[in-house]
């Protein structure tokens, strides 16, 4: 198998497994073509990176060389974003329970604008945003926020990455009081300038259908907020979630559409309630990188139990992709390593530690695997890393960006003294 115009035993060679291996055609093509889907629709619309798919500097230097921010949801984040060099008014803060310390971090270092989740953030960014500019002697400056609102949309996706119902814990939910009240506490607060709103429907959307309805929602409580309160929205977000195919029968979502489907609702429900068209933030993630990483995997045992299954083991698993464990995410995988031959057996890929939920790909039909072969799977760039653990104390893997031909590491292999580096030895 070839990557990037290298050989991925040749990558292995030189780098070890598990390897994490990302390339940066993919990362550049994938990027130009969700910025173009914007910028042909609405010029003034914007792209931010949903970074909680891999917080990778390398990549997200790749990314923002394509006019494309940074979307954060902790102080981490913020200082990987910097460390980076992405400025920090190009960031947009997330989160639903942002510690007081990271929003005077966010402050500080002049993050563009913070996306308020609940009354009590309100509160403390508030006085926060006070002792900040009287540190600074900067009394009257005003911090642009946006409110997450919960349009109350189901997209049908899995439970655990929907976002946008009914019952979640994101966002005010525009049917009752709450989002009202937001904006009543907001419009009091001294500090603190609304300028639009937010919402998010969940992950791995492959449909529109529920978009146009959680616009007009949305539109329509920024409405109802210019009618109280004379506050006009200048922003507003439709979030991310688009969906990538991670076996053949998934759907790659495509950025021209999705952008088509955001503009259009977004038009209609601006001339709708007469409100002037803002500026449109669109946020992707996972489909900005998912597709670009392929993980790589050395297999350590083969287990035929006679009537029942075979078990190949790996030596990666669930603490560099908790997704299957997770939320029954499925893969595909290949045999990376030589030319696959022989009829195809079903088996199950396990994973290296010690858990019976520890599996990669509960079934898949795959030529006779043996002990020194490499796995691959594909579409591993987003939310395995960033979720990755020591468990069992177990270094996290390298990570090396390719392009023709020639490879780096972005990421070097952990080792025993970094697992334990943060630990007390009395």
């Known amino acids: 198998m070839v990557i990037g115009g290298c050989s991925v035993t040749d990558l292995v060679e030189q780098f070890g497994t598990p390897l994490y291996i990302f390339d940066e055609v993919t990362l550049h093509d994938r990027t130009e073509r969700a910025v173009r889907a ?9 792209v931010v990176y949903g970074g909680k798919a891999y917080l990778s500097p390398a990549i997200i230097q790749i990314l923002h060389g394509h006019g494309v921010g940074l979307d954060v949801v902790s ?37 563009g604008v913070i996306v308020l989740d609940n009354e009590d953030e309100i509160s403390r960014l508030d006085q926060i945003a006070g002792q900040v500019n009287a540190s600074r002697n900067e009394s009257g400056t005003k911090v642009p926020v946006m409110l997450r609102l919960n349009p109350g949309v189901d997209v049908h996706t899995h439970a655990k990455i929907s976002t946008g119902i009914v019952d979640s814990k994101f966002g005010f939910p525009v049917w009752e009081d709450n989002a009202r009240n937001a904006v009543a506490l907001l419009a009091s607060c ?16 492959s449909t529109h259908e529920a978009m146009p309805i959680a616009i007009e929602r949305q539109v329509a409580f920024a409405a109802e907020v210019r009618d109280r309160h004379g506050i006009v929205a200048r922003r507003y977000s439709p979030g991310g979630g688009l969906s990538i195919a991670y076996t053949s029968e998934g759907i790659d979502g495509d950025p021209a559409e999705w952008a088509d489907v955001i503009t259009n609702a977004y038009t209609v429900a601006w001339e709708k309630h007469g409100l002037p068209a803002g500026t449109i933030i669109a946020e992707p993630g996972r489909w900005l990188v998912g597709p670009a990483g392929v993980a790589l995997y050395r297999v350590g045992s083969v287990k035929r139990i006679s009537g029942v299954r075979t078990y190949i083991a790996v030596d990666g698993g669930m603490a560099d992709n908790i997704r299957p464990s997770m939320y029954d995410a499925s893969y595909t995988a290949e045999i990376a390593s030589r030319q696959a031959d022989g009829s195809a057996e079903r088996v199950r890929i396990a994973g290296r530690y010690c858990e019976s939920g520890d599996v990669l790909i509960d079934d898949i039909a795959l030529p006779k695997v043996e002990v020194g072969d490499l796995i691959a799977i594909p579409a591993s760039g987003a939310y395995q890393l960033p979720m990755a653990s020591n468990y069992n104390a177990v270094p996290r893997p390298a990570v090396a960006l390719v392009t023709n031909g020639a490879a780096r590491i972005i990421r070097r292999r952990e080792t025993f003294e970094d697992v334990f580096a943060a630990e007390v030895f009395d």
């Open 190 to 205: 001294g500090n603190l300038e609304l300028v639009g709103f937010h919402m998010h429907l969940g992950s791995q959307v």
């Open 38 to 46: 914007f910028a042909d629709r609405n010029p003034d619309a914007k």
């Open 75 to 111: 102080g981490g984040e913020i200082y990987g974003g910097l460390r980076a060099g992405i400025p920090a008014a190009e960031m947009v803060f997330h989160g639903n329970n942002k510690t007081a310390d990271e929003l005077r971090y966010a402050l500080v270092e002049g993050v």
